[in-house]
């Protein structure tokens, strides 16, 4: 990361079915897709929000670990 000051844990995300897309949102007054990452069933990403990346979005059934705790949207 180029800026030191800007510290950020990483986090897990595990897909739980085939075809789920990791979306990474650009940091800063216009937001939008910088990166679409697709994680099949079983694979497991790890990331962190970056000076480029303040938000994303998951499409698909995963669990994520944060530091906030872990979470599932498969129901
Ligand atoms: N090049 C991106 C960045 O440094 C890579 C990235 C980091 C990313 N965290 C992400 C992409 C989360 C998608 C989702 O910001």
């Known amino acids: 990361m180029e800026n030191p000051n800007l510290k950020s844990d990483y986090f897990v995300i595990k897909a739980l079915e085939d075809?789920?897309?990791?979306?990474?949102?650009?940091?800063?007054?216009?937001?939008?897709?910088?990166h679409s990452e697709k994680l099949d069933k079983n694979e497991i990403m790890i990331a962190q929000f970056t000076e480029h990346t303040s938000a994303m979005k998951i499409r698909g059934k995963v669990t994520i670990q944060t530091e906030h705790g872990e979470m599932s949207n498969d129901q």
């Open 19 to 34: 075809g789920v897309h990791v979306i990474g949102l650009t940091r800063g007054a216009d937001t939008r897709f910088h």
